[in-house]
């Protein structure tokens, strides 16, 4: 099964500051990788979808790349309902399975 | 009002079972695969098992197959999870999601969740 490893676990930033998430796949997955953003008590939240493609109603501070292994998700100016943790997750081999990387928990410094 | 609406969680000892229910309104549930992911308490997210539209192509997790079955009523608009020899480890917040926005988003990205329901084994 392929794993995806994301760093750091967790995070402190201050409101205005660029915040850097990296995800790595244990195998090449393309570009099937999405991200996701979860508060606490709520359902997760997709926010990119194919490694870099915007989905619709999320603010464009939010940016994502890469391909193959290494990918990461960038919040150009962080904003105070940005405090959460973001989840990778790579849909290579969907529907026969799908997995979600370990979450990195953005904290208010 | 697009949404899903998870039920059926609760508390139950080790080995027994627990069926959940996923309600879907708002679209024609029909159409859609669905899947189950779940989160235990403090950890992170965990797909379950996945069912097509039609009902007729099923896959699971390694850590839940043999034990859970994922069915469907399209005239009900409903998602099932028949959860057996239920573990500790089981413990989780259990979301059913989909892809509503097919011409869009890739197979395995989900843009629709239920708010989750939660099952606790425990004796």
């Known amino acids: 099964a392929i794993q995806l490893t994301q760093s750091p676990s967790s995070l402190s930033a201050s409101v205005g500051d660029r915040v850097t998430i990296t995800c790595r796949a244990s195998?090449?997955?393309?570009?099937?990788l999405a991200w996701y953003q979860q508060k606490p008590g709520k359902a997760p939240k997709l926010l990119i979808y194919?490694?870099?493609s915007l989905e619709s109603g999320v603010p464009s501070r939010f940016s994502g790349s890469g391909s193959g292994t290494d990918f990461t998700l960038t919040i150009s100016s962080l904003q105070p309902e940005d405090f959460a943790t973001y989840y990778c997750?790579?849909?290579?081999?969907?529907?026969?399975?799908?997995?979600f990387g370990g979450g990195t928990k953005v904290e208010i410094k | 009002e697009v949404q899903l609406v998870e039920s059926g969680g609760g508390l139950v000892q080790p080995g027994g079972s627990l069926r959940l229910s996923c309600a879907a309104s708002?679209?024609?549930?029909?159409?859609?695969?669905m899947n189950w992911v779940r989160q235990a308490p403090g950890k992170g997210l965990e797909w379950v098992s996945y069912?097509?539209?039609?009902?007729?192509?099923?896959y699971y997790a390694d850590s839940v197959k043999g034990r859970f079955t994922i069915s469907r009523d399209n005239a009900k608009n409903s998602l099932y999870l028949q959860m057996n020899s239920l573990r500790a480890e089981d413990t989780a917040v259990y979301y059913c999601?989909?892809?509503?926005?097919?011409?869009?988003?890739?197979?395995?990205?989900?843009?629709?969740w239920g708010q989750g329901t939660m099952v606790t084994v425990s004796s």
């Open positions: 999601a989909s892809r509503l926005r097919w011409l869009r988003l890739p197979l395995g990205a989900f843009d629709i």
């Open positions: 708002g679209f024609t549930f029909s159409s859609y695969e």
């Open positions: 069912i097509s539209s039609s009902g007729s192509t099923i």
């Open positions: 194919d490694a870099s």
């Open positions: 997750q790579q849909f290579n081999s969907y529907p026969q399975g799908l997995t």
């Open positions: 195998q090449g997955i393309s570009s099937a």
